[in-house]
């Protein structure tokens, strides 16, 4: 399951019929109820309710080797919060013409610590890498990201896809989240009822 702030918020506000299918809810309710929703959310970030991010980053060309790696992490060459360990890596992808209408994402595999091991030429080059290995260093709160081969160009985006406990919504309507099924409605129930009161969300 996937959904936006506002999918849920707007999903919230049908059960009530407080707003009906093809209404438009005004902006300011909907940064109102955001605002609900986030210090929900912030309620349960101590229960075990993940999700699975995507998260898009640019590459450097000639960077992912061994001797120079992506940080991963607050204030990293990819700035995101630092996966635990390499389960919290679900999958990555290389993503060809970033930000235009015909992008394609190409998945790629994930590299075991043996994957790694094996591969004899960890120096080689190509435009395009084929496999991405997480080591889950502690060095500055930073985890580390090699892409293999190492692209000589930084023409394509590297694609994560990383479990993370429920985090507060950055926005409205702009960034998607991945739910495990049964999340979504139980956001969408309990926002209900921190909604309950139409004084506080601008109404």
Do not use: C
Request: proline share 7%; no cysteine; hydrophobic share 40%.
């Amino acid at each position: 399951m996937s959904a936006t702030a506002l999918d849920l918020i707007t999903a919230a506000f049908r059960i009530p019929n407080v707003f009906q299918l093809g209404q438009t809810i005004p902006t300011n309710v909907q940064t109102d109820a955001l605002g609900f929703l986030n210090r929900m959310i912030s309620m349960w970030q101590q229960q075990t309710i993940p999700v699975v991010a995507r998260e898009v980053f640019d590459t450097v060309a000639n960077q992912g080797g061994p001797d120079n790696p992506y940080t991963i992490g607050d204030g990293g060459d990819l700035d995101t919060e630092r996966p635990p360990n390499q389960a919290s890596l679900k999958g990555a992808g290389l993503l060809q013409f970033p930000g235009q209408s015909n992008e394609v994402e190409i998945p790629r595999g994930l590299l075991t610590d043996d994957g790694w091991e094996a591969i004899q030429v960890k120096t080689l080059t190509n435009a395009m890498f084929t496999n991405v290995y997480y080591n889950p260093t502690y060095a500055d709160d930073l985890g580390t990201i090699n892409l293999w081969p190492i692209p000589n160009t930084a023409q394509y985006d590297l694609v994560l896809y990383l479990a993370k406990h429920l985090v507060e919504f950055a926005d409205v309507d702009t960034t998607t989240y991945f739910f495990p099924p049964g999340a979504e409605k139980a956001i969408v129930d309990n926002l209900v009822l921190e909604l309950a009161d139409p004084e506080h969300v601008g109404l």
